[in-house]
């Protein structure tokens, strides 16, 4: 009865608590007494604060307290580093000093009796400034690549550069080449829920009501920064309203609501505006990349090269997984990667669904499809040509690879071979009809978790991890791993997240939640029901047990999801338009714990996908460093009338190398090939070549 459970398409558990308002999010939990808190953003994008008239603003009604530098409590600021933040540079520490290093930095904090109360006095507050002119275009004469620090090192994971062969050489003789220059625009994330944070002292003791996809570091960062015991400090988020990368840091916002909490001697609330979420909680940076590849007459490759700039704050180095993709994807024997960051004045930018990869396979599967109509192969053709039987960039073999069964059954699913191959020959009346494909792919990462199982005698079971919950389904599949281990009931199972105080997990991102936390669930639930099996059931039994992947394993193997994503568009050629008709990705990734909640992983990752390749576009004004279009008027994400018909589907594959589970990891890949699938179908249904993103109807404008 109970076994199989993994793998069933199980409804969600909390689905209930969602529809009827039961499920609460961090600025839900209000508390008694509590006040609240705005904040004041810089208006100009580079400089120092010369003055604050706060007088007559703490006299408004309602007003508690005005904190800015000049009165804000100096702060421990204790060194503190997870493997989310930045390895080079150091936080911002806010309200520390004078000096204003991106627009929308947090300059003062507001604190009143009710929300109105406080945003009439944020409002009024007067703040002078000595400006100056930031640099904020990554492509501008005042702008200077460097190479990131992180990236120096032999063993980085990130390596700035990267070579086997001779690529250039090989490049410059081969018969066939394509080498183009690919640039991508800087997101944000936008979330249905905004940050918000309450912070409520009790003694040197605070809690934390914030969202956060990673509660323990969470814990760690505000420890550090007040310069307390982690353990005084406790991290609660029950469920995320989205998320996408945006929570995975701490941001300055939980560090002021903790601050005016302790000032005021009362709990506060602060929830950030849509406008502020633009400044100060990361973005996915603007990337410049060239690809060049060199390759036979008869498609094989002989030699690519992928050179990519991102943009990063002057006080911190974010680094993402740019080029690695292209170390693995295809076969050649000549590969020279090389990665350099952009020092701007802006907020550090942040991971955003399939960080690094996202925009690193948009450039890449662009490129091929590019090289495929030079040699007139059929796109899926050239890259079965050029299929490894290892990964070369790592010379050992993968754990799995179902890169060829993804691009079978994707193109079966899909109907690709109704698709004629020359650009502006498929149309729908007058509409021109495009057929794009492009490779997807994502590590399996594995991070090392802890969890606690307790079996009642009453035949229920309690789970708990210090886990998080954007909207994947986590509280479903991971009842799902937890009654399957248990041999129990999935009813009979409560599982629990979202606190600090619970076991130790892995931020929820990077696609290892399963693998991650789900291993550690088993784990745990092996070792209770081991216990039981003793006899002693007349109590509650209690086990606590860890998970992390075996490191032989992780030497010998490479781990990596695979995808083929297929995609229709149609091209209005009178007004420029362009709409995504159906999309179909077909993924290896190993083994699926619940094909629904799959399924609407995927779909979210496509419509991200779609977002990034038409809409999705922050603009920065040069001359202060201001977002022109930080409000959803004017940053355009899409909404349900953009969504097609969106399938998903899953080769068999069986990976018993990446965890005990044999999962993988589905967030981001699913996000991962949707761009370059889309771009290369409006090449197929206009015959022009665009190379920025997003698209947009300027692009096919003519004089």
């Not at 609660?236 to 300055?252: E, H, K, N, V, Y």
């Amino acid at each position: 009865m109970t076994m199989g459970i993994i793998g069933q398409p199980l409804p969600r558990v909390d689905g209930r608590a969602k529809v009827t308002g039961a499920a609460r999010y961090a600025a839900d939990f209000n508390q008694r007494g509590q006040a609240y808190a705005v904040i004041v953003s810089a208006t100009v994008g580079l400089g120092r604060v010369t003055g604050i008239d706060s007088a007559a603003v703490e006299k408004m009604p309602g007003v508690l307290a005005v904190l800015s530098h000049l009165n804000a409590p100096r702060l421990a600021y204790g060194p503190h580093k997870s493997y989310i933040d930045p390895a080079t540079g150091e936080r911002l520490h806010v309200l520390q000093d004078e000096r204003v290093r991106f627009h929308g930095q947090p300059v003062a904090v507001v604190v009143a009796a009710t929300i109105a109360q406080a945003e009439r006095a944020a409002a009024a507050l007067r703040v002078t400034y000595n400006a100056e002119r930031p640099i904020v275009d990554s492509a501008g004469p005042e702008a200077h690549a460097i190479v990131p620090e992180a990236g120096k090192e032999p063993d980085a994971r990130l390596p700035a550069d990267k070579a086997r062969g001779s690529a250039d050489r090989e490049l410059a003789d081969a018969p066939v080449k394509v080498d183009e220059t690919y640039d991508i625009a800087r997101e944000n994330h936008n979330p249905m829920e905004p940050h918000a944070t309450i912070a409520a002292w009790n003694g040197d003791r605070l809690t934390l009501w914030s969202k956060s996809q990673f509660v323990v570091n969470e814990q760690a960062e505000i420890a550090a920064i007040f310069g307390l015991p982690p353990e005084n400090v406790t991290v609660i988020c029950p469920f995320i309203g989205g998320a996408f990368g945006t929570s995975l840091r701490t941001w300055p916002h939980v560090t002021l609501a903790a601050m005016a909490a302790r000032h005021v001697g009362r709990p506060v609330k602060l929830v950030l505006t849509r406008k502020q979420m633009f400044f100060t909680t990361g973005h996915r940076p603007r990337t410049v990349q060239r690809i060049a590849l060199g390759a036979t007459a008869d498609g094989k490759l002989t030699s690519v090269v992928h050179e990519g700039t991102g943009e990063t704050s002057r006080y911190e180095e974010f680094m993402e997984a740019l080029t690695s993709v292209t170390t693995f994807l295809y076969s050649s024997p000549n590969v020279r990667t090389r990665y350099r960051l952009v020092p701007l004045d802006t907020g550090t930018p942040n991971h955003m669904r399939g960080p690094g990869e996202a925009s690193g396979v948009f450039a890449l599967e662009c490129a091929m499809d590019e090289l495929a109509y030079k040699l007139r192969l059929d796109p899926i053709d050239l890259r079965r040509r050029n299929e490894p039987e290892i990964d070369e960039g790592e010379n050992k073999p993968f754990s799995s690879r179902s890169l060829m069964k993804c691009y079978d059954l994707g193109a079966e699913r899909f109907g690709w071979s109704r698709r004629t191959p020359e650009p502006r020959s498929m149309r729908d009346g007058r509409l021109l009809i495009g057929m794009g494909v492009a490779s997807a792919s994502y590590p399996a990462f594995h991070a090392p978790a802890t969890a606690r199982a307790r079996l009642l005698p009453d035949g229920t079971a309690e789970v708990e991890i210090a886990a998080s919950d954007m909207g994947p389904g986590t509280y479903t599949s991971m009842t799902q791993v937890a009654a399957e281990s248990l041999e129990l009931p999935v009813e009979r199972v409560r599982f629990s997240l979202g606190r600090s105080d619970y076991p130790p997990a892995p931020s929820h991102g990077g696609s290892w939640t399963m693998a991650s936390v789900g291993s550690a669930i088993r784990a745990a639930c092996i070792a209770v029901r081991e216990e039981a099996a003793r006899g002693r059931n007349d109590r509650p039994i209690d086990a606590t047990a860890s998970s992390q992947r075996d490191p032989q394993a992780a030497a010998r193997y490479s781990m990596h999801s695979f995808g083929a994503v297929f995609v229709e568009i149609a091209f209005d050629p009178d007004v420029g338009t362009i709409r995504v008709r159906r999309a179909v990705g077909a993924y290896g990734i190993g083994r699926v714990v619940n094909p629904r909640l799959a399924r609407s992983q995927c779909t979210g990752g496509m419509v991200g996908g779609i977002g990034m390749a038409l809409m999705e576009r922050t603009v920065l004004d040069t001359r202060d460093g201001r977002p022109v279009n930080a409000h959803m008027a004017d940053y355009l994400m899409p909404v349900n009338l953009d969504i097609p018909q969106l399938e998903a589907h899953f080769v068999e594959e069986t990976d018993p190398h990446v965890n005990a589970l044999g999962v993988k990891g589905l967030g981001e890949i699913a996000l991962v090939g949707i761009a370059p699938a889309i771009a290369n179908a409006v090449f197929h249904a206009t015959g022009k070549r665009v190379r920025t993103l997003p698209i947009r109807i300027e692009d096919f404008l003519t004089a």
